[in-house]
């Protein structure tokens, strides 16, 4: 066994054993955990393009459970779905207002399939959802 799948193992085996005896009150947080969660979003905002990226796939590449994810998640008031929608809307946004910068023309749909979307209405009304306003309305000329 190589020394980085042994290392992969070691870090497996650690998030594993911080699942089982991790204190189940909400809020209570360690360094590892921390670290953990931070791994974790750098995991998701690395491949939130892909629009069949979801949470399974964020465990299967920590090499964490999706219930420790999901519980991950959970202490922060939040879940992985939603952190993955809103890294994806954030995209989005800065795509538009780039768009609308540079007067290039994209489509808002090609925009959206860039951002991981994979339904162009469902799309549409998250980013409604997020910003109170349709993708459209950050293409207006403010001018």
Do not use: W
Not at 19 to 42: N, W, Y
Not at 50 to 55: E, K, L, Q, T
Not at 97 to 118: H, N
Request: with cysteine; glycine share 8%.
């Amino acid at each position: 066994m190589s020394d980085s799948t042994k290392d992969y193992m070691r870090l497996a085996l650690l998030d594993l054993l911080g699942a089982l005896f991790a204190p189940s009150e909400p809020g209570h947080s360690s360094v590892h955990t921390d670290k953990l969660f931070g791994r974790i979003c750098d995991i998701i905002r690395e491949r939130f393009a892909d629009p069949d990226f979801g949470p399974g796939d964020v465990a299967r590449e920590a090499g964490i459970s999706l219930r420790y994810v999901q519980k991950l998640f959970t202490t922060r008031n939040s879940t992985c779905s939603r952190y993955i929608n809103s890294v994806r809307l954030e995209r989005a946004a800065f795509l538009l207002k780039r768009r609308s910068f540079l007067k290039t023309g994209q489509p808002i749909r090609e925009i959206a399939y860039a951002s991981g979307f994979g339904d162009y209405a469902y799309f549409n009304r998250s980013f409604r959802r997020q910003f109170g306003q349709h993708p459209s309305f950050l293409l207006r000329d403010p001018g």
